[in-house]
């Protein structure tokens, strides 16, 4: 896309304000540039040629968390996602941003796009002077971090920065092939992400159990990597379509009925490969169709229906619209159905459920004040719920929102929807 073209998105703003209360940066600080509406008048100003992309400009976009609530509220249907995530691609390239900001963001976003920089760095984090609490023995084992990730945790809230993570931290893999449970009803392809490998890596496990016990062979190309979510997202949009390109060589020739998918990031990039890749004449079919049969797990699940066995989990739970799910892909009824269908779960309604929590890919690390403002309203309203259990459907919300939860001292458990569904599943039958 280029600037014509974005600016006739923009211009789609008819400046009616609606976004104006669903953004979260502009309800926490009354600042007009810090809108949607804004912002958007900040970016055609740049691209229209009537302003330089100042100083000031880049720091508005950069303070916008790409949650897309405003593409909920808007009447006019403004894609303000497509029109920030191009403006910053062009922040990138006409080389607005000061070279050492640049410098640390790529290498934030480089090592979080593979798996083993990702849990290297989250080692060496424990290992720093102010770090979370780990040994020295743990930067042994992590020499090929990036130096700039270092040098950008290194500062004394380092602790407080990075995700709640687990003790032991590796790189999981899932099975290639795992057969459906029973008689077989459709074979799908899932995504093992980048930091769900990391961090979730139970996650992904119990993605793998429920569908196969929905009666889905599920299959896992063991050379999918990457799907570019991060990088488009931070507007390295020949990053981006690098990535994708690989993930499409990956699935290439493959037969499935569906390419499910359980981080809301990962997903709502996915779903639109047709339009970010729609000018690359080798593949731009092949994406389409690619994003036709992407499926959020929650979606997928609730659509084909859940195994025919109890499901009991007694609990109270609520449940946090993660951003890429509720407002990049329009998916919040489907996780709380399934949850509702539980039996001796009790769902309990969450003040503010689809506003950001404040992780946002990279943001709670670029963006640390505004993204703990965020978080401490997320935590408050969750504590609040009086619910045992916080269910979402993004790993970016599970690490940053169980951080929170652990500052507060509250024993709140961090769940991902699908990990709700396995364990009411595999809870046993009672006896007597």
């Known amino acids: 896309m280029d600037d014509s073209r974005a600016v006739a998105l923009a211009r789609k703003c008819v400046r009616c304000g609606f976004c104006m209360d669903a953004c979260p940066t502009y309800r926490l600080t009354g600042v007009e540039t810090l809108s949607p509406r804004g912002r958007i008048r900040l ?105 700039l990730v270092a040098h950008t945790l290194s500062g004394s809230d380092a602790a407080t920065l990075m995700p709640d993570a687990p003790e032991t931290v590796g790189v999981g893999s899932i099975p290639a092939f795992s057969p459906a449970i029973g008689k077989r009803r459709f074979r799908v392809r899932i995504l093992q992400g980048c930091v769900m490998r990391v961090l979730y890596h139970q996650t992904n496990l119990a993605t793998v159990r429920v569908l196969q016990h929905a009666g889905c062979d599920v299959l896992c190309p063991p050379d999918l990597g990457c799907c570019g979510a991060l990088d488009f997202h931070a507007g390295n949009h020949a990053s981006g379509v690098s990535s994708a390109r690989a993930a499409l060589r990956a699935l290439r020739h493959a037969d499935f009925d569906a390419f499910v998918i359980n981080s809301a990031g990962c997903g709502s990039t996915i779903r639109e490969y047709g339009v970010l890749l729609e000018d690359d004449p080798t593949c731009a079919a092949e994406a389409k169709a690619l994003a036709s049969k992407a499926r959020d797990v929650s979606e997928f699940l609730a659509d084909v229906g859940l195994p025919d066995v109890r499901l009991s989990f007694p609990a109270v739970v609520t449940y946090h619209d993660a951003c890429h799910l509720a407002h990049g892909q329009g998916i919040t009824d489907p996780p709380r159905r399934l949850l509702e269908s539980i039996e001796g779960l009790k769902l309990v309604p969450l003040r503010e459920s689809d506003m950001c929590c404040g992780s946002a890919g990279t943001y709670n690390l670029t963006q640390p004040d505004m993204a703990r403002r965020l978080l401490d309203r997320k935590v408050s309203n969750i504590i609040e719920t009086g619910a045992q259990v916080v269910a979402m459907g993004n790993p970016g919300c599970m690490a940053w929102i169980a951080r929170g939860l652990k500052a507060a001292g509250s024993s709140i458990r961090v769940m991902h929807t699908i990990e709700v569904l396995n364990e009411a599943i595999m809870r046993p039958e009672p006896t007597g």
């Open 43 to 147: 970016m055609t100003s740049a691209m229209t040629g009537e302003a330089d992309i100042s100083a000031d400009i880049v720091g508005g976009i950069d303070l916008c968390l790409g949650c897309r609530a405003c593409e909920t509220a808007c009447p006019s249907g403004v894609q303000y996602g497509r029109i920030v995530e191009h403006f910053r691609n062009r922040i990138e390239e006409t080389g607005a941003r000061r070279k050492l900001q640049r410098d640390a963001k790529q290498g934030i976003i480089g090592a979080m796009r593979s798996p083993r920089l990702f849990a290297a760095s989250l080692m060496a984090s424990r290992a720093l002077p102010m770090g979370a609490g780990g040994s020295g023995e743990h930067a042994s084992r992590a020499p090929e971090m990036p130096p």
